[in-house]
């Protein structure tokens, strides 16, 4: 086999084997307040993804670039926690792909000895990378901008082309310099790394064993000896983290502050057609039944004047009759 598909093999199983127990740790310090990623969350993920090759890299990049991952104590404390679990992730794997892919008998302490080994690597190549690959993406992007300058291309850039356009073509010149140049130096790395895995596995013996009986070994070594002891030890971690989460939450949970509270927004309740039907039919035959109440009233008072009235007029006709007699 290549260095370059040993070492992708054994990095990328040990980093998404590992990466389950880190980002517990992480969501912690993250809940914790301890460590803060801003803009760079994406690329500390990936730091901490690759930490076995990372841990000792990450201090000599900030160091010498001045770069920065994210701020607070917890990023510290994340990249120590993770030393333990990338050596246990890597003696898993490299178990694993010895017995599976070479055909070799793992040697004592595989996971220690892979580890020390990619760490010291990386520890003077990702920053060589990372200084190479930064210079020629600043170069590839004072190139791409001279080039609008050039008076071939001017009528092209200023009147042919829309400000969009021109900073995708841009974007597209520098980007692929750079992201061609990151390719080839990731494999490079990687083949290095595959180095490593390879002088491992030359002061090895080969495995008499047939291919079945290596992959019932191979099995078995994930089976644990006291099952009821692992299950009720994982059980017990996973408890004792939820209660740490949730005791630390709700300390840490942002509140908008007072000046910045929005006003209390009433939600309109959902228009039902049909009871908006039958109360608007109960209000009309209130008012209807009003109405008719009022006209009767109407009618009643207007025939007690009326009654009233013609009492007034019988009694004068009366007095005045009787005033007309001798």
């Given at each position: 086999?290549?260095?370059?598909?040993?070492?992708?093999?054994?990095?990328?199983?040990?980093?998404?084997?590992?990466?389950?127990?880190?980002?517990?740790?992480?969501?912690?310090?993250?809940?914790?307040?301890?460590?803060?990623?801003?803009?760079?969350?994406?690329?500390?993920?990936?730091?901490?993804?690759?930490?076995?090759?990372?841990?000792?890299?990450?201090?000599?990049?900030?160091?010498?670039?001045?770069?920065?991952?994210?701020?607070?104590?917890?990023?510290?404390?994340?990249?120590?926690?993770?030393?333990?679990?990338?050596?246990?992730?890597?003696?898993?794997?490299?178990?694993?792909?010895?017995?599976?892919?070479?055909?070799?008998?793992?040697?004592?302490?595989?996971?220690?000895?892979?580890?020390?080994?990619?760490?010291?690597?990386?520890?003077?190549?990702?920053?060589?990378?990372?200084?190479?690959?930064?210079?020629?993406?600043?170069?590839?992007?004072?190139?791409?901008?001279?080039?609008a300058e050039i008076e071939?291309?001017?009528?092209?850039?200023?009147?042919?082309?829309?400000?969009?356009?021109?900073?995708?073509?841009?974007?597209?010149?520098?980007?692929?310099?750079?992201?061609?140049?990151?390719?080839?130096?990731?494999?490079?790395?990687?083949?290095?790394?595959?180095?490593?895995?390879?002088?491992?596995?030359?002061?090895?013996?080969?495995?008499?064993?047939?291919?079945?009986?290596?992959?019932?070994?191979?099995?078995?070594?994930?089976?644990?000896?006291?099952?009821?002891?692992?299950?009720?030890?994982?059980?017990?971690?996973?408890?004792?983290?939820?209660?740490?989460?949730?005791?630390?939450?709700?300390?840490?949970?942002?509140?908008?502050?007072?000046?910045?509270?929005?006003?209390?927004?009433?939600?309109?309740?959902?228009?039902?057609?049909?009871?908006?039907?039958?109360?608007?039919?109960?209000?009309?035959?209130?008012?209807?039944?009003?109405?008719?109440?009022?006209?009767?009233?109407?009618?009643?008072?207007?025939?007690?004047?009326?009654?009233g009235k013609g009492k007034?007029?019988?009694?004068?006709?009366?007095?005045?009759?009787?005033?007309?007699?001798?």
């Open positions: 086999m290549s260095p370059t598909k040993i070492g992708f093999s054994i990095l990328w199983s040990a980093c998404w084997t590992g990466m389950v127990v880190k980002s517990v740790f992480a969501v912690l310090l993250l809940t914790m307040g301890l460590v803060h990623f801003e803009g760079r969350f994406g690329l500390a993920v990936v730091m901490l993804l690759i930490s076995p090759v990372t841990v000792f890299a990450i201090p000599i990049i900030m160091a010498v670039f001045g770069t920065h991952f994210g701020e607070g104590i917890g990023l510290e404390i994340l990249f120590w926690l993770s030393i333990p679990v990338d050596i246990w992730a890597l003696g898993l794997v490299g178990r694993t792909f010895f017995l599976e892919r070479l055909r070799k008998e793992p040697p004592e302490g595989l996971g220690l000895a892979i580890w020390w080994r990619a760490a010291l690597v990386g520890a003077f190549f990702l920053p060589a990378l990372w200084g190479a690959v930064s210079f020629v993406t600043d170069n590839a992007i004072t190139a791409s901008h001279s080039m071939s291309l001017r009528h092209l850039f200023d009147n042919g082309l829309p400000i969009a356009e021109r900073i995708g073509l841009e974007l597209t010149i520098w980007g692929t310099i750079s992201s061609a140049l990151l390719t080839v130096l990731s494999l490079i790395g990687v083949s290095i790394f595959g180095q490593i895995i390879r002088r491992i596995s030359e002061d090895c013996k080969p495995t008499s064993e047939s291919y079945q009986g290596l992959i019932t070994r191979w099995d078995l070594m994930r089976v644990p000896t006291d099952q009821g002891l692992l299950l009720t030890t994982l059980a017990g971690v996973g408890i004792v983290f939820s209660v740490m989460f949730w005791s630390i939450l709700p300390v840490t949970t942002p509140h908008p502050h007072d000046c910045c509270k929005k006003p209390d927004a009433r939600v309109e309740p959902a228009f039902k057609p049909v009871e908006s039907l039958n109360s608007s039919a109960q209000r009309v035959a209130t008012l209807a039944a009003q109405i008719e109440t009022m006209e009767q009233q109407k009618v009643a008072a207007k025939d007690q004047k009326t009654k007034t007029e019988g009694g004068t006709i009366v007095d005045s009759t009787a005033k007309a007699k001798p």
